[in-house]
């Protein structure tokens, strides 16, 4: 008897393969954050510059702090580590988000997703924590000039900077850790130019509410209890600077002081409108636009703060581009 080979059509695998579990074998999508229209490319364009210059910024002061003698005190090794942190910011998401954009591929794998949820809060919670140090590092220098090398020793500043890259990394490991747990449906959308857990857990199959609020408890703490302890900080220098007869010795503390106020502003500004906001005033778009502030430019404007305002940084930068014009001319 002869078989007859019967033939079926091809047909479209689907986008997502669902497991019986809810998990999907397919990546993740990330929705973006431009468009290609004009405005939104001329957009693009001026991320893209921000990016570079962030990343050229934050290098340089690294290497200055690392080659002048001058700058190598605790308040500068500090400040290296801070310009560590934005760089490793900027890398875990403009070029994914570039790529997206230029190429098309939104989509992520589930492990890059998982290390974009790992490291973001481990950055910002270690932050959190770098600038609670540097407000204990300018207290100690107004109010106890004298005592500094004792108060603010090279032993005590390494625990600290330790100790904030610890804490935050524990909170990265316990988000992207519990986060990747949880089972996912068909839509693998992420609203968002990066994976993280807020927006990754509402795709989740099963109740999550549990979840978000001790996510929320422990992002309000890891905001606030540094926030109390650089405001307990600054009114002790506040309180120190008022009570200065001179004028030059009030305007130098001022200034001092300044730059990393700035930096405070701009970080905690961000960072309170994005997450402990309630829920009801949330939306897509502003998170993003949000978000792109504290990712983005941020890290870029810190170097640009310090530097300006720092005559001891701008003397390392003069005397590293003497030093570069001299060998250029040999």
Request: glycine content about 4%; hydrophobic content about 50%.
């Amino acid at each position: 008897m002869r078989r007859h080979l019967i033939s079926f059509p091809l047909r479209a695998e689907p986008l997502f393969e669902i497991t019986e579990h809810g998990n999907s074998t397919s990546d993740f999508i990330l929705l973006g954050l431009f468009d290609h229209t004009t405005a939104q490319q001329f957009l693009f364009g001026i991320v893209l510059l921000v990016m570079f210059s962030s990343l050229l910024g934050n290098a340089l002061m690294v290497l200055l702090i690392r080659q002048d003698p001058r700058l190598h005190t605790p308040m500068y090794f500090l400040l290296s580590q801070l310009s560590l942190m934005d760089m490793m910011l900027v890398c875990t998401t403009v070029p994914k988000m570039a790529a997206a954009y230029l190429t098309g591929k939104k989509s992520i794998f589930l492990a890059g997703c998982g290390l974009q949820i790992f490291f973001l809060p481990t950055l910002g919670g270690a932050e959190c924590f770098l600038l609670a140090a540097m407000s204990y590092d300018r207290y100690v220098a107004v109010c106890h000039p004298l005592r500094y090398a004792t108060l603010m020793s090279w032993q005590l500043c390494l625990r600290m900077t330790l100790g904030s890259w610890f804490l935050g990394a524990a909170d990265g490991v316990v988000q992207a850790a519990v986060t990747l747990s949880f089972p996912f449906c068909s839509r693998h959308e992420i609203d968002h130019f990066f994976c993280e857990a807020p927006t990754l857990v509402r795709l989740a199959c099963t109740d999550t509410s549990a979840f978000e609020y001790v996510m929320y408890i422990c992002c309000v703490l890891m905001l606030l209890i540094p926030l109390l302890l650089i405001l307990t900080s600054y009114s002790l220098i506040l309180a120190a600077v008022l009570h200065m007869r001179s004028t030059e010795a009030r305007k130098k503390a001022f200034a001092t002081c300044s730059s990393h106020l700035a930096v405070v502003g701009l970080f905690y500004g961000a960072a309170i409108f994005t997450y402990i906001r309630p829920t009801s005033y949330k939306s897509a778009n502003h998170d993003k636009v949000v978000s792109a502030f504290y990712a983005i430019f941020t890290p870029m404007l810190n170097p640009v703060i310090y530097s300006l305002r720092n005559n001891e940084v701008k003397g390392a930068l003069r005397k590293c581009v003497s030093q570069c014009a001299a060998l250029t001319q040999h």
